[in-house]
């Protein structure tokens, strides 16, 4: 019994997702998420304490989802660099895909909540944080390793590789045609392998 609670609160939990992240939070109504999870007012606040709650767990799991897709892709290649180009090619995908949204959840949290959300505009700015830290570690590593030049800045850099995918995942919620997102994600891909300090010799 406890097992099968535990599956049935997931599953509430990622339908939860679904519908926050396609419609944010204050659009998204109690009947909303009645229908979605297939439960009553009185079972939802048992089971997550109140909307605010549901949604705050699901941005969390929305965030453990993103890290754990990167984390794939990055343990698939040979280096860091490598990992982070295979990974901004993967976004490239994005309206190849049946998503609630395109755009990031978290980021489309942290535009849309105000004062009256503060609790959850935190949660949603220390995940985006945690993402940052996780970019500026594989620059560190890449330059460990000596695929990045020492004097290159691996914050400065975590930094904009988050803020260029952020951008990425926005364009792509256009109504744009599919190979532009391809295209825009294999110049950021590139720039990313231009860091490499082989990148030069290899290509001679």
């Known amino acids: 019994m406890a097992r099968a609670a535990i599956h049935n609160r997931q599953d509430s939990l990622e339908r939860a997702l679904n519908v926050f992240w396609q419609k944010g939070f204050h659009a998204t109504s109690l009947k909303d998420l ?5 439960m009553r007012p009185g079972s939802i606040y048992a089971t997550f304490g109140s909307k605010d709650g549901l949604f705050q767990e699901s941005l969390e799991r929305y965030a453990r989802l993103a890290l754990a897709e990167l984390e794939r892709t990055l343990n698939a290649c040979d280096s860091p660099l490598a990992g982070l ?6 976004l490239g995908g ?11 959840m978290l980021v489309k949290s942290l535009l849309e909540l105000g004062q009256r959300e503060q609790v959850a505009r935190r949660k949603a700015e220390d995940l985006l944080a945690g993402m940052e ?24 850099l975590g930094r904009r590789l988050q803020a260029e995918v952020m951008g990425l995942r ?11 997102v391809h295209a825009l994600a294999e110049d950021m891909a590139l720039s990313v392998e231009a860091l490499r300090l082989n990148s030069v010799a290899e290509a001679l």
């Open 34 to 38: 009645e229908k979605a999870l297939d």
């Open 85 to 90: 180009s295979a990974y901004l090619r993967q």
């Open 94 to 104: 994005l309206r190849d895909q049946d998503l609630p949204s395109r755009a990031c």
């Open 133 to 156: 830290e996780y970019f500026i570690a594989r620059f560190v590593a890449a330059r460990e390793i000596g695929e990045l030049d020492s004097g290159l800045d691996p914050v400065r």
């Open 170 to 180: 926005a364009f792509a919620q256009r109504d744009i045609d599919s190979a532009a």
